[in-house]
């Protein structure tokens, strides 16, 4: 061990505390969120938190000939709006659902979550409240929050700041994957959202901002203070998502995220395939008309930014598309009949937004 007291004059040597690391205050935070951790365990699952990396059985969890899919996201500037309330309770939830959401679109079971936090100074509280919100979004997805990072950057960081990254892995029997023989008549479902989800919060803020309102105003739009409003968490689609694709004729899913329907859409049709929107068919939910008013956004630019209350779009066959809908309603989905894959390229929208 090197002598820190050595150097004549320098007197005492300096800790890692004291340049602004708390070793302490992480081993502490592994063991608030243990018990978190260890409620989200599943077959497959093999070791807990505290090695140097985490073990999963693919056989234990049901596979025989499995592919395996990765899928890494994070929370965007929507942990802006956390840091600023304090309201951190649910930013996790965001975290595993931006993940694995997208992981089902390929067809793929979620099975484990790692998570990356980091921040200038660790507060143990909360840092305990976020990731047992990442604990509550692998519980309700199904998969194991099997480890993750705790980093200490002081110098990095603003006070009280924080960032968040996660890392879903999933698999499915070799294939399986998605999308996979979407032809022209197929129906398009959509499964609404929760609220804006987690993308388009850098536009959300300047709306804020232009507003006038303080985030513990009442929100214009209903549902209590305006910044726990916006705090609504992403859903979670991947339980219906899978009881869908195991029930037979879902030719593909689109997780609507940053590009809405514009851009998503079009991610999974093949060449020569577009998909027909009826906007007509579903209305469109207060905090987007008042995002759409307040911040004076063209139609175009609201479809191409925000989910616009759909969620996740399933192409389905035609001859399914009903037992599909109600199987997906029984799951506990709000479904909307969006309309159709047709000839041609990109989406093409009829009707209006109501």
């Known amino acids: 061990m090197a002598d820190r007291t050595s150097g004549g004059n320098r007197g005492n040597g300096l800790t890692y505390a004291e340049a602004g690391v708390d070793i302490d205050a992480g081993n502490a935070l592994v063991d608030r969120i243990k018990p978190a951790a260890a409620a989200t365990a599943r077959p497959g699952v093999m070791s807990g938190l505290g090695g140097f990396g985490a073990l999963f059985d693919l056989k234990e969890a049901g596979y025989s000939d499995p592919i395996l899919v990765a899928a890494t996201d994070g929370v965007g500037t929507k942990l802006k709006i956390a840091i600023d309330t304090g309201a951190v309770d649910t930013i996790g939830i965001d975290l595993v659902a931006m993940c694995v959401n997208d992981l089902v679109c390929q067809g793929a079971e979620p099975l484990f979550f790692l998570d990356y936090f980091a921040t200038g100074k660790l507060d143990v509280d909360a840092a305990a409240r976020i990731v047992g919100g990442i604990a509550e979004g692998c519980r309700r997805s199904g998969c194991a929050l099997v480890g993750g990072e705790t980093a200490?950057?002081?110098?990095?960081?603003?006070?009280?700041?924080?960032?968040?990254?996660?890392?879903?892995?999933?698999?499915?029997?070799?294939?399986?994957?998605?999308?996979?023989?979407?032809?022209?008549?197929?129906?398009?479902?959509?499964?609404?959202?929760?609220?804006?989800?987690?993308?388009?919060?850098?536009?959300?803020?300047?709306?804020?901002?232009?507003?006038?309102?303080?985030?513990?105003?009442?929100?214009?739009?209903?549902?209590?203070?305006?910044?726990?409003?916006?705090?609504?968490?992403?859903?979670?689609?991947?339980?219906?998502?899978l009881a869908a694709i195991r029930s037979g004729g879902v030719h593909g899913l689109a997780h609507i995220t940053g590009g809405g329907l514009t851009e998503n859409l079009p991610r999974?049709?093949?060449?020569?395939?577009?998909?027909?929107?009826?906007?007509?068919?579903?209305?469109?939910?207060?905090?987007?008309?008042?995002?759409?008013?307040?911040?004076?956004?063209?139609?175009?630019?609201?479809?191409?930014?925000?989910?616009?209350?759909?969620?996740?779009?399933?192409?389905?066959?035609?001859?399914?598309?009903?037992?599909?809908a109600d199987l997906l309603a029984a799951e506990g989905e709000r479904v909307v009949r969006l309309g159709a894959v047709e000839a041609g390229q990109g989406v093409r929208y009829t009707g209006t937004l109501a």
């Open 152 to 241: 200490e950057m002081p110098g990095l960081y603003a006070q009280g700041d924080f960032d968040l990254a996660g890392f879903a892995v999933g698999a499915m029997e070799r294939g399986a994957s998605l999308p996979a023989g979407v032809v022209e008549g197929d129906v398009l479902l959509g499964l609404a959202s929760d609220g804006v989800h987690s993308n388009g919060y850098s536009l959300v803020r300047k709306v804020v901002e232009r507003s006038g309102l303080d985030w513990d105003a009442a929100a214009p739009f209903g549902g209590g203070a305006l910044g726990a409003a916006l705090l609504a968490p992403t859903r979670l689609y991947v339980a219906p998502a």
């Open 268 to 324: 999974v049709l093949p060449e020569g395939l577009g998909a027909r929107v009826d906007l007509a068919s579903w209305s469109l939910p207060p905090v987007f008309r008042w995002l759409a008013e307040e911040g004076g956004l063209a139609q175009a630019e609201l479809l191409k930014t925000f989910n616009a209350g759909i969620g996740m779009v399933l192409v389905v066959a035609a001859e399914r598309a009903d037992a599909l």
